[in-house]
């Protein structure tokens, strides 16, 4: 795996916190972070596959060509699963998410490949008439989205789109976001 920023705790790498440890100490030593958590989370990570296996089955028609990874499933343990005493409701959270996106994926499939392809999400043009946004990229390449609230209208965007319309798009957003750190 590559590098990336730090986006976990010492707590959840299962590092103790000393002076003696670094971010340096993890790099010198060639410890990946994300091979860190990966490893801690095994458990959960196959847990969780076992049970969406179902639904994990390849179909050309139906594929967004997502990649349902370790790395994909570990987003869903960090953001259902907060100790061991709560795992097993943590587990279902997270199945459950796992479940509802996957779906969600093979009915947006057509779109989700448009954008892969480099194609805008559905009412692009249309938000940016009320949101002033734009798109730059960090150090690891990840996307970085910057809105000016200065030259915004908000409510002019919800008065005349709607609600479903204005989630949609924020969703596809987000996935445009996870393909290109993908």
């Known amino acids: 795996t590559g ?3 730090s986006i976990a705790t010492e707590k959840e790498r299962g590092e103790e916190a000393t002076d003696k440890t670094t971010a340096s100490d993890t790099k010198d030593n060639n410890i990946d972070e994300l091979d860190l958590l990966l490893a801690k989370h095994r458990t959960y990570i196959e847990t969780l596959k076992e ?3 179902d ?4 179909n050309p028609d139906t ?3 997502t990649i349902y990874d370790d790395i994909w499933i570990l987003r869903y343990v960090l953001s259902n699963i907060k100790d061991s005493a709560s795992a097993e409701k943590g587990l279902k959270q997270a199945e459950n998410s796992m479940r509802r996106s996957i779906l969600w994926r093979k009915e947006n499939a057509k ?5 892969k392809a ?3 999400p559905l009412l692009d043009e249309h938000v940016k008439k009320y949101i002033s946004v734009f798109r730059s990229y960090g150090k690891d390449g990840g996307p970085v989205n910057i809105v000016s609230l200065k030259y915004s209208n ?3 965007l919800m ?4 609600y479903e319309s204005v989630e949609e798009y924020l969703v596809m957003t987000k996935e445009e976001d996870m393909l290109i750190c993908d």
């Open 111 to 115: 779109l989700l490949k448009h954008i």
């Open 63 to 65: 594929e967004s060509d």
């Open 55 to 58: 639904l994990l089955v390849d």
């Open 154 to 156: 908000p409510g002019g």
């Open 159 to 162: 008065d005349n789109t709607p």
């Open 51 to 53: 049970r969406v296996k």
């Open 118 to 120: 480099g194609g805008h």
């Open 3 to 5: 590098t990336m920023a």
